[in-house]
């Protein structure tokens, strides 16, 4: 990408969420490469600090940039619908939450081992390695296990 960056204040790497950021990106698909964040709530904060999606990221401000970066990193988005938040209903404090990467794995973590000890159905299908959400396992997720028939070799001389 050696495009003409007739911007002298353009940034080639865009530090947000602990995650480095290319500047040449568009504003929408940067923000949906930090891990917590998608394509949707991009847009949604592209409309929110009146940004134009198709803008390098790299083109922006330092004082916007700033901003964001304290939006984003920011647990609680007020201004957000419930249903796009990744972590909805906290078990400790019931609020409604929006991780991101090292963070929201952690919290995953915490969930699964959560519903382990307290003996959960979806815990103990972790437990096993089944399938947790209700898939069928008859015919699908056989990964390990040895597939078909397996024939015995008869023994040289024995008939």
């Given at each position: 990408m050696a495009e003409d960056n007739n911007n002298e204040n353009f940034q080639y790497i865009v530090r947000i969420a602990n995650r480095d950021i290319k500047g040449e990106r568009k504003f929408e698909l940067a923000l949906a490469d930090i891990k917590g964040i998608g394509y949707r709530q991009a847009k949604i904060i592209a409309a929110k600090f009146n940004i134009d999606p198709s803008v390098r990221i790299g083109d922006l401000s330092e004082?916007?940039?700033?901003?964001?970066?304290?939006?984003?990193?920011?647990?609680?988005?007020?201004?957000?619908?419930?249903?796009?938040?990744?972590?909805?209903?906290?078990?400790?404090?019931g609020k409604d939450f929006n991780l991101l990467s090292n963070d929201l794995d952690l919290q995953v973590n915490d969930d699964i081992n959560l519903m382990k000890k307290m003996r959960s159905y979806r815990g103990i299908r972790h437990e096993q390695g089944h399938k947790v959400r209700g898939q069928r396992t008859r015919s699908n997720g056989r990964k390990g296990l040895s597939i078909g028939v397996v024939r015995k070799k008869e023994e040289p001389g024995k008939k």
């Amino acid at each position: 990408m050696a495009e003409d960056n007739n911007n002298e204040n353009f940034q080639y790497i865009v530090r947000i969420a602990n995650r480095d950021i290319k500047g040449e990106r568009k504003f929408e698909l940067a923000l949906a490469d930090i891990k917590g964040i998608g394509y949707r709530q991009a847009k949604i904060i592209a409309a929110k600090f009146n940004i134009d999606p198709s803008v390098r990221i790299g083109d922006l401000s330092e004082d916007k940039i700033l901003e964001i970066r304290k939006y984003v990193e920011n647990k609680e988005y007020a201004d957000m619908p419930v249903w796009l938040l990744n972590h909805r209903k906290d078990i400790t404090t019931g609020k409604d939450f929006n991780l991101l990467s090292n963070d929201l794995d952690l919290q995953v973590n915490d969930d699964i081992n959560l519903m382990k000890k307290m003996r959960s159905y979806r815990g103990i299908r972790h437990e096993q390695g089944h399938k947790v959400r209700g898939q069928r396992t008859r015919s699908n997720g056989r990964k390990g296990l040895s597939i078909g028939v397996v024939r015995k070799k008869e023994e040289p001389g024995k008939k």
